[in-house]
């Protein structure tokens, strides 16, 4: 069972779409810079009745955010609310939370990173950039192939899990990529400031191993032009 329509839920649509067996929770508050209530409250309404609904699903998977270690957001709205939807969701018996970091994929959302950085480069549009932040993203298919690789394990319920990038990429580099693909210079305003936070992605790197994934020999221009170097989100 998929609940949500967006760039998550699409991706495990073909594995869990028909089963009820196993739902994965995929919808929720998208912009992480939100402040409406009434959307968080949205979403707390929807994720407990599906959590009453599927009470007895062999695993209920809803996805947290590892801006939770970010000390810059850790007070937000956004990453203030996540935290109080895990411990909504850690009331199920079968709970899997699974905490995620910029996801990359082709979707419509213009507030993922990525599709803000893709459309000011191509569309010419002026940003600033801090020198110092980095990012933790993860293609949306290996977010899959992960979390598959985790149901498939019926003794993996009850937990909470970083599925995370074990390496950050600085902000500039990201842009620098972007230029590269879209054959466009960025307008930016290179200013001295933002800071780095570690997410510990210990507890899948056996997973990370089996399954072949490589985050290192240019992960980020791999997974960069396989989401926007042809069919590009506008």
């Known amino acids: 069972m998929i609940i949500g329509s967006g760039l998550l839920a699409t991706a495990f649509g073909p594995h ?5 067996g196993i739902v994965i929770y995929a919808a929720g508050v998208s912009n992480s810079t939100c402040t409406d209530t009434h959307e968080y409250e949205r979403e707390r309404s929807r994720l407990s009745k599906a959590l009453t609904t599927y009470a007895t699903a062999d695993a ?38 699974a905490r995620l970091p910029q996801v990359a994929g082709k979707a419509q959302n213009p507030h993922t ?51 995370a990038n074990s390496l950050n990429c600085e902000i500039p580099k990201l842009v620098a990529i972007m230029e590269q693909i879209t054959g466009n210079p960025a307008l930016t305003n290179i200013v001295d400031r933002g800071c780095s936070y570690e997410i510990d992605t210990t507890a899948i790197s056996t997973i990370v191993d089996k399954l072949g994934i490589d985050f290192n020999h240019n992960y980020m221009e791999r997974v960069i032009q396989k989401h926007y170097g042809k069919s590009q989100p506008q």
């Not at 109080?84 to 969701?89: I, K, P, S, T």
Request: net charge positive; charged share 15%; proline share 3%.
């Open 113 to 163: 990173l990525l599709n803000f950085l893709y459309s000011n480069v191509v569309n010419r549009v002026p940003f600033t950039v801090y020198k110092h932040a980095t990012r933790n993203i993860v293609d949306v298919d290996d977010i899959v192939a992960i979390v598959r690789a985790l149901l498939d394990n019926r003794q993996a319920r009850k937990i909470t899990v970083n599925i």
């Open 60 to 97: 209920f998977v809803y996805f947290g955010t590892c801006s939770v270690f970010d000390p810059t957001t850790h007070c937000s709205h956004y990453v203030q609310h996540k935290l109080a939807m895990e411990r909504l969701v850690a009331q199920h018996p079968s709970y899997v939370i």
């Open 16 to 20: 869990y779409a028909h089963t009820t």
